[in-house]
């Protein structure tokens, strides 16, 4: 568990990095997979569970396994687009 959290931190970290073009290809995953049930990204962000950018991820990464998200590269794309949000 802690492993995975640590995995997931560092996604979340070499996503921050690499915002730019990723991050539309995270937008268009958001767009496909979530936005007919939750319209706005920016909302859902906000109501994540957690304090620090890495519980928030951490929380995230594991309720999405078990919330319309299988694929592990999907999952953290999407975490790595939702804890964008929360950092502006
Ligand atoms: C079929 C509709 C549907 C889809 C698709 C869907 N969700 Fe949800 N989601 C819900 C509902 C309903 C809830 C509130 C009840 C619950 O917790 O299950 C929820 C709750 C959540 C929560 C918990 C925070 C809150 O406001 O309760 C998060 C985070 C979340 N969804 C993220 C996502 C993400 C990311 C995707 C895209 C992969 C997604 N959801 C796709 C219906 C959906």
Redesign the pocket.
Known sequence: MAHRAIELAAVVCLGLLSFGSGALADAQT?KE??V???ARAAT?AR??KGTTPGEKAAW?GG??AT???DDEVERAK?VVY?IGLTAK
């Open positions: 958001y997979r979530c007919k049930c939750h859902l109501s994540l995230l309720f999405l919330h319309h998200v999407l939702l």
